[in-house]
């Protein structure tokens, strides 16, 4: 089993930047791939980063490549998602999630989730 909880949200300008955490609980946290999924109001939750378990092999959705970057520190049981030059479009509800799979493949594959932490950027 894994708990995740996440932080580092908050209300930000349209350009500005936020680094979001995701803390992990659970012995083999450090071998199971990592993701961020959004969920934006009136909208499905969607696939924004995932990291492999080593942290060798990263995976971006179209819409944040370029402006976001996912990190992970094995050490602290921590994934990071930095996010630059925000958008109104990313105002979400940001979640991490967790796979036991050492690699990403499917969202759909994803076993562990965070609550949440909100998003908002203004214009």
């Known amino acids: 089993q894994v708990q995740l909880v996440e932080s580092g949200g908050g209300l930000v300008q349209a350009g500005g930047s936020l680094r979001l955490s995701c803390a992990g609980t659970?012995?083999?946290?450090?071998?199971?791939?990592m993701g961020w999924l959004r969920q934006a109001p009136g909208k499905e939750r969607e696939f924004v980063a995932a990291?492999?378990?080593?942290?060798?092999?990263?995976y971006y959705a179209g819409s944040v490549k370029g402006r976001f970057t996912i990190s992970r520190d094995n050490a602290k049981n921590t994934v990071y998602l930095q996010m630059n030059n925000l958008k109104p479009e990313d105002t979400a509800v940001y979640y991490c999630?967790?796979?036991?799979?050492?690699?990403?493949?499917?969202?759909?594959?994803?076993?562990?989730w965070g609550q949440g932490t909100q998003v908002t950027v203004s214009s």
């Open positions: 999630a967790a796979t036991r799979l050492p690699y990403y493949r499917d969202s759909a594959e994803f076993d562990y």
């Open positions: 659970g012995r083999a946290f450090n071998m199971y791939a």
């Open positions: 990291i492999s378990w080593s942290g060798d092999r990263t």
